[in-house]
């Protein structure tokens, strides 16, 4: 999501919260990326483990391969994915997509002209995306502006550390008071998450 000085002003301005985010740590970058198979494979290797090692595994993978792309995925035995260090279920997911592309199944080029909505129907009827994967594909490629990833373990924990709030409906509640700048106020709770841990 391209991150926009006037949404930025709107959200600290309403929401103290953001505001000692800045004041502490500045403004998150922009943390865009190009919408398409690359991308959205990165992300579904990103599911449950840490950036670092996400791209690790992508580096080896990318290496090994001739080009990234579906046709060359799917040109892969389970011995060679294990080789690059994928796990067997994420080559199912990267195959269930890789299929859907070759398929017509998925037309990245089609995603920016639906709803949120829509996008969310679209992807998650691939097995191995669910709405984690997708709300993150909707923020990072599509910029879409109002998405809160509430199966985010760290934006979680860092509501529960620097907020009263606990449980998930309160955690629910409060993302909900952050429209229509959701992603934007993950962006700096992940930025705080990240910069706390000199992860950045």
Known sequence: MIVNNNDIQALVSSHNLFLKIKDQYGIPPNWQ???????????IL??????????AHFKKLNSYVKEFSPKEILKLSDEEMRSCQ???????YLR?????IINKDLIFDELPKLSVDDVRKKLTSIKGIGNWTT???LMFCLQS???????????????KELTKVKTHSGIV?????????RS?????????????????
Do not use: H
Request: charged residues 25%; aromatic residues 14%.
């Open 33 to 43: 990326r190009p919408q398409g198979f690359i991308s959205l494979s990165k992300i």
């Open 46 to 55: 990103e599911q449950q483990v840490s950036l670092a090692s996400a791209e």
């Open 86 to 92: 994928i796990s067997r279920q994420k080559a199912k």
């Open 96 to 100: 269930e997509l890789s299929n859907a």
């Open 135 to 137: 709300d993150i594909y």
């Open 145 to 159: 502006k109002d998405i809160f990833p509430l199966g985010d373990i760290a934006l979680i924990n860092t509501i």
């Open 173 to 181: 509640r409060i993302t909900q008071k952050w429209n229509p700048y």
């Open 184 to 200: 934007l106020a993950a962006y700096f709770l992940w930025y705080y998450y990240l910069k706390k841990r000199n992860r950045i």
